[in-house]
């Protein structure tokens, strides 16, 4: 069974640029997440899908922050413009319908903005 | 809010065990997790333990939650180099979203 994909693995943009991470969660995993990686830090999540409606964005700064999920699979965040603050890890995870709600979560993307 | 501590560093020798210990804020967490982190990659869940659970056990690996304590360890034995990885406490918020510590690097010493 493949795993959750990710791409890039790595970017690095200058600031006040756009860019924008991809998904592929694992096949049938209706329940699809964002988080944020600060170096040294555990991930914080930045938002939730249940199929393709987003059902908590509140930690998602909405200011410079987008994301989607059409078609309940793949998903896309974007960030525009870009600050230095935002160089992070961006990982992707989704969950099986199981009793202990495990996640299953991708590399991640490392973000580097000068 | 919720908080999840963790100490920052453990060194054990190949062959010893590890201990790796956690706290927790919200009681109300139906399960609790430890996930691993290998460089450059994502997490991957290790186990987990049910909230009305005081330990469990899976091969090499023994989870033992005292909860008026709202304390969760994890016990590896046999460490191997293999397992020198971060290794992240997790709880979940009453809205079952996880609550991740700020890992415990385990280095392993040959």
């Known amino acids: 069974e493949a795993g959750v994909v990710q791409s890039p693995r790595y970017k690095i943009i200058e600031k006040k640029q756009p860019v924008a991470f991809w998904c592929n969660p694992i096949s049938g995993h209706n329940t699809l997440y964002w988080y944020l990686q600060n170096l040294g830090q555990g991930p914080e999540l930045l938002i939730r899908y249940e199929n393709e409606e987003a059902v908590d964005d509140s930690q998602l700064p909405k200011d410079r922050f987008s994301a989607e999920r059409l078609k309940g699979v793949d998903s896309t965040l974007k960030i525009q413009p870009a600050e230095l603050g935002d160089s992070a890890v961006y990982l992707c995870?989704?969950?099986?319908?199981?009793?202990?709600?495990?996640?299953?979560f991708g590399p991640g993307t490392r973000l580097t903005v000068l | 809010g919720e908080d999840v501590e963790q100490s920052l560093f453990l060194s054990v020798r190949e062959g010893d065990s590890s201990v790796i210990n956690c706290t927790y804020t919200d009681s109300s967490s139906t399960y609790l997790y430890w996930y691993k982190q290998e460089p450059g990659a994502g997490l991957q869940l290790l186990t987990y333990?049910?909230?009305?659970?005081d330990m469990k056990q899976d091969q090499r690996l023994t989870v033992l939650l005292n909860k008026k304590d709202k304390h969760l360890s994890l016990r590896i034995a046999d460490t191997q180099t293999g397992d020198s990885a971060i290794y992240f406490c997790a709880e979940t918020d009453s809205s079952y979203k996880l609550i991740f510590g700020s890992g415990t690097r385990l280095l392993v010493r040959p």
């Open positions: 995870a989704s969950e099986s319908r199981s009793d202990y709600n495990e996640q299953f």
């Open positions: 333990i049910f909230s009305n659970m």
